[in-house]
């Protein structure tokens, strides 16, 4: 299958700071890519769908203020989380997929965000 | 609205067999997507039905009918690793990924 890589694996960073978290596709053109988080033992939240090029859409009570999404090329998009607070601890992953109406999604391995 | 609905938790042993239930209500249909997911990492994926019946993959089969909007995921000859949240997913007429919140298994010895 396809691979999907992103960076870092986890972070620890002071509260107040920004983390910025890589998404990219090793061995396709992800023309679509979701960002995702994950508090323990929940299911995957969809935070925002992003395409090459285009400003992303954030789903209803995500501030893209605070998470702001950057889709540059067909490989890479970005996650950017701005002034980071204890709260926003949480496991971020992104998946991506090519062209066309249905494939499956490609998951990275996650990153956990620790904010002290 | 829409709504996928999974048992939280289940228990199995090693070298039996569990399946493992997701119903949904969704606006439309394009598809349904079986994940595995340990703790601490990404989902993997699983399976995909978009016609009713059931597909084989080696130990782990899906079942599908989109007249009961029901699946199942088969998991067969359990062994300890297969120990994860198995998450169900439907694509929706939009082409998005509507989640369950995924069911818990514990395999014991």
């Known amino acids: 299958g396809a691979v999907v890589s992103q960076h870092p694996s986890w972070v620890i960073c002071k509260s107040g700071t920004s983390v910025k978290i890589e998404c990219r596709s090793l061995?396709?053109?992800?023309?679509?890519m979701f960002w995702y988080r994950q508090f323990p033992k929940q299911s995957l939240m969809l935070m925002a769908t992003?395409?090459?090029?285009?400003?992303?859409?954030?789903e209803q009570g995500v501030e893209k203020d605070k998470f702001l999404i950057n889709h540059a090329s067909l490989t890479l998009s970005t996650l950017t989380v701005t002034s980071a607070h204890p709260e926003d601890s949480s496991f971020y992953i992104c998946?991506?997929?090519?062209?066309?109406?249905?494939?499956?999604?490609?998951f990275g391995q996650g990153t956990r965000l620790t904010v002290v | 609205g829409q709504n996928i609905d999974q048992p939280t938790e289940m228990t199995a042993t090693e070298g039996a067999i569990v399946q493992i239930n997701c119903t949904y209500q969704?606006?439309?249909?394009?598809?349904l997507f079986w994940y595995q997911q340990h703790a601490g990492e990404a989902p993997t994926f699983l399976s995909y039905?978009?016609l009713d019946g059931l597909e084989e993959k080696g130990r782990f089969s899906s079942f599908l009918s989109r007249s009961k909007g029901y699946s199942y995921l088969l998991l067969k000859e359990l062994q300890m690793k297969d120990s994860a949240s198995y998450l169900c997913?439907?694509?929706?007429?939009?082409?998005?990924?509507?989640w369950g919140a995924g069911t818990k298994l514990i395999i014991k010895p």
């Open positions: 998946s991506a997929k090519t062209g066309g109406a249905v494939t499956e999604a490609f």
């Open positions: 061995d396709f053109q992800a023309t679509t």
């Open positions: 992003s395409n090459e090029g285009s400003k992303a859409t954030y």
């Open positions: 969704t606006s439309g249909f394009n598809g």
């Open positions: 039905n978009v």
């Open positions: 997913a439907v694509l929706d007429s939009n082409y998005q990924l509507i």
